[in-house]
Every structure is written in structure tokens, then in C-alpha cells.
């Protein structure tokens, strides 16, 4: 895994930087953390896995 992944928030996030998540490639998976608490760890999903968990976040 990289040592030191680029980590991404959306250009959607308010300059405050509340409520937002940060992505990255963390090398075949994509790292998800809270912009908040970025030392607080993230959740590895899979490319296929991150396309499912937004398309049912777009549904709401």
C-alpha cells in the first residue's frame, strides 16, 4: 500500500471542510476517511463496491 496516499475531498465540500469524507487509491482499493479525523483510520472498498454504496446514496 502506498505509505502516503493522496487523499481527495470532493470539490463540493464547504471551505469549513464540515461533513466531508476524503478518498484516495490506496493501490487496487479506495481508502474512504472523515476529513475530520483524518489520523482516526479509513474503510478500504473496492472500486465495484464504492460504485454500488453510491449509486444507493444517489437514490436517497
Known amino acids: 500500500m502506498n505509505a502516503h496516499p493522496a487523499w481527495r475531498k470532493s470539490s ?3 471551505s469549513q471542510g464540515d461533513n466531508c469524507i476524503e478518498l484516495a487509491d490506496l493501490d487496487g482499493t479506495i481508502g474512504v ?3 475530520k479525523n483524518p489520523e482516526g483510520g479509513h474503510l478500504s472498498i473496492s472500486r ?3 460504485r ?9
Not at 52 to 60: D, E, F, M, N, T
Request: no cysteine; proline share 0%; glycine share 12%.
Open 12 to 14: 463540493y465540500s464547504s
Open 33 to 35: 476517511r472523515d476529513s
Open 48 to 50: 465495484d463496491g464504492l
Open 52 to 60: 454500488v454504496l453510491l449509486a444507493g446514496l444517489k437514490q436517497r
